[in-house]
């Protein structure tokens, strides 16, 4: 089997500018987490109106393609009015999904976010996150409260379940024990994502400017001094890693990046299986599928499929002449009747996994971002990534990084 990464071998989604599959919108910056890594300003008093978060989704609307709305921040349950804003975004026709650390999700919240239409949720938990009554918790350890999120939305019922994490030069080596226990969890659990940790590390390799004008960079967010680790860590290191416990771990799409059209900045994989067994992975023709029939028949690029969808997962068995991912998952699962009878006549669900490669900084300045960005943001009536919005903030424009000239 070609395990091989290359634009050539995988499917480039189809996500862009103007006709994506997401769209970011941050009602508030202020969070109640101390994140290694975030790069929003923790603001008190950032609250934004319903009219200001009205006025944001009819600039989306008038300038971009969207299937659903990633609500973060910031931490978006801390806005008094959440339920309220997952409301206005259903009201658009988009999915709402909501992108917190869960801290202040109640049973009573849910029930309310699940009554104005909200499709789903994406929990940030990681080691990294100062996280009151888990400090010092390793990834492993997380996983209790992992599992207290991923059991109160399935006890809920109907709702898209993810789980983000950073991945950290320390915490790389934990991945692989994430992606078990989403295994455990398939049933409930439909996308994990991973986001490797990038700062800015301040030294004598660059000046930054915007325009002409050479800036400080020092207080950004997103930027360090004396950070020695590592903050380069690519996505397909994170398969590699991913491969010691999963060896045919294989994705199927990707997003390149806006300098290198080889740079895996959104990779995506499709595994098939349940607590028993993985039966394997879905191949780029089924993606390429999937994206093209929802545009087709919804005008959209799918960014989140329905959970009743994601069990019935011999359905999907029913692509295999179209795609040779299928066809391997299909023979693998008929295999299991006589290896692994458990795992046959258990229910097959789909689960995706997502590693993101955010900006990557090239010796020459250039700032290689994800080409088609799916977190674009709103800042005074444009689109902007919300990865650098704080240099939107500060500048109204991206900064340039340019190297200094090394003395001799
Ligand atoms: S460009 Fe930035 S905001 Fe957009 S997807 Fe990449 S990391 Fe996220």
Redesign the pocket.
């Known amino acids: 089997m070609n395990l091989t990464l290359s634009p050539r071998s995988l499917y480039r989604l189809p996500w862009n500018f103007s006709d994506n599959a997401i769209s970011?919108l941050e009602p508030t910056s202020m969070c109640n987490l101390y994140c290694d890594g975030c790069y929003r300003e923790n603001r008190s008093g950032s609250h934004k109106t319903l009219r200001e978060v009205q006025h944001e989704l009819d600039v989306f609307e008038r300038l971009r393609n969207c299937d659903s709305v990633s609500i973060a921040g910031g931490e978006p349950l801390s806005h008094p009015e959440i339920v309220e804003i997952v409301a206005m975004v259903r009201r658009k026709g988009w999915k709402p999904v909501i992108n917190t650390n869960g801290a202040l999700l109640t049973r009573d919240l849910l029930r309310e976010l699940k009554r104005a239409g909200v499709t789903g949720f994406t929990f940030h938990v990681d080691s990294g996150q100062n996280r009151p009554g888990w400090n010092g918790k390793d990834e492993g350890e997380l996983n209790a409260l992992r599992q207290e999120f991923a059991d109160m939305l399935h006890e809920a019922g109907g709702l898209t379940c993810s789980f983000n994490a950073t991945v950290y030069p320390e915490t790389l080596s934990q991945v692989p024990a994430l992606l078990e226990w989403g295994q455990r969890n398939i049933d409930r659990v439909h996308v994990m994502v991973f986001i490797n940790y990038r700062m800015a590390i301040l030294g004598k390799d660059f000046d930054f400017y915007v325009g002409d004008t050479r800036v400080h960079f020092d207080d950004m967010m997103y930027s360090k001094k004396d950070d020695q680790r590592r903050t380069d860590i690519s996505s397909p290191e994170v398969v590699d890693m991913i491969r010691t416990k999963y060896p045919d771990f294989m994705p199927c799409a990707y997003l390149g990046g806006t300098e290198r059209s080889d740079s895996f900045?959104?990779l995506m994989t499709g595994r098939m299986g349940n607590r028993h067994r993985i039966f394997g992975y879905i191949g780029p023709k089924f993606m390429e599928l999937t994206q093209t029939w929802n545009h087709l028949v919804t005008g959209k690029y799918l960014a989140y499929a329905a959970p009743a969808l994601q069990r019935r997962g011999r359905l999907y068995f029913l692509l295999a002449p179209l795609d040779r991912g299928i066809r391997r998952i299909a023979a693998s699962y008929f295999k299991a009747l006589l290896i692994a009878p458990a795992a046959f006549f258990s229910r097959v669900h789909f689960q995706s996994v997502m590693i993101?490669q955010?900006?990557d900084v090239h010796e020459n300045g250039s700032i290689d971002?994800?080409d088609g960005?799916?977190?674009?943001t709103v800042w005074n009536d444009q689109l902007v990534?919300?990865?650098?919005m704080e240099e939107q903030v500060r500048w109204g424009q991206n900064m340039r990084m340019v190297p200094r000239k090394q003395e001799v």
């Open positions: 970011w900045k959104w993101i955010p900006a971002m994800c960005c799916p977190d674009i990534w919300s990865c650098r």
